[in-house]
């Protein structure tokens, strides 16, 4: 089934008043994050770089480059801010998201950010349990667990984040 973009406008929306994309909803017991020692990155290889941009102000919106998301609700920004995700070549399935084009970027509250695997052929990440993790661009080193919910019939993830950076799948 294809969802057009104002469909997709709309349940993000909706998603968003009920929490960062509806996590606020699910069950909310901590779980420890995995060791970052043993969670590996999802390989999925891209060969070409793709980006979009957008100037998103105080009233919020959305950027979308293919089925990857930044959802950033009303009142995440204070100012008219230019918005780029990035997903990189790369062997990894991974996304960048920035501000201003600045290396760091800290909200008001906290975003929504969906990201694609349908590119992905590995037949154990219908199995696996997934998580996104801040990385470093470079070195793709593992920094912060991001967790997330995975819409496995779907083939995404989404998490929320309260700042931008580089972000990685991982099993």
Same mark, same amino acid.
């Given at each position: 089934?294809?969802?057009?973009?104002? @469909?997709?406008?709309?349940?993000?929306?909706? !998603? %968003?008043? *009920? =929490?960062?994309?509806?996590? #606020?909803?699910?069950?909310?017991?901590?779980?420890?994050?995995?060791?970052?020692?043993?969670?590996?990155?999802?390989?999925?290889?891209?060969?070409?770089?793709?980006?979009?941009? @957008?100037?998103?102000?105080?009233?919020?919106? !959305? %950027?979308? *480059? =293919?089925?990857?998301?930044? #959802?950033?609700?009303?009142?995440?920004?204070?100012?008219?801010?230019?918005?780029?995700?990035?997903?990189?070549?790369?062997?990894?399935?991974?996304?960048?998201?920035?501000?201003?084009?600045?290396?760091?970027?800290?909200?008001?509250?906290?975003?929504?950010?969906?990201?694609?695997?349908?590119?992905?052929?590995?037949?154990?990440?219908?199995?696996?349990?997934?998580?996104?993790?801040?990385?470093?661009?470079?070195?793709?080193?593992?920094?912060?667990?991001?967790?997330?919910?995975?819409?496995?019939?779907?083939?995404?993830?989404?998490?929320?984040?309260?700042?931008?950076?580089?972000?990685?799948?991982?099993?």
């Amino acid at each position: 089934m294809k969802i057009s973009l104002t @469909a997709l406008r709309r349940r993000f929306a909706a !998603l %968003l008043a *009920l =929490g960062a994309l509806g996590i #606020a909803s699910c069950d909310t017991t901590p779980t420890p994050p995995p060791d970052p020692g043993t969670a590996r990155l999802v390989v999925c290889p891209n060969p070409t770089t793709q980006t979009k941009q @957008a100037i998103i102000g105080p009233l919020g919106g !959305l %950027l979308s *480059l =293919g089925n990857t998301v930044v #959802a950033i609700p009303s009142g995440a920004l204070s100012l008219p801010t230019l918005i780029t995700v990035t997903i990189p070549a790369s062997q990894y399935m991974e996304v960048d998201v920035t501000a201003n084009d600045l290396l760091s970027f800290v909200f008001n509250k906290d975003i929504g950010i969906r990201i694609d695997y349908s590119r992905c052929t590995d037949p154990a990440l219908a199995t696996s349990k997934l998580s996104v993790w801040h990385i470093d661009a470079q070195t793709k080193e593992l920094l912060e667990f991001m967790g997330g919910q995975d819409n496995k019939s779907q083939r995404y993830i989404e998490f929320s984040t309260g700042h931008l950076s580089a972000y990685a799948v991982a099993f």
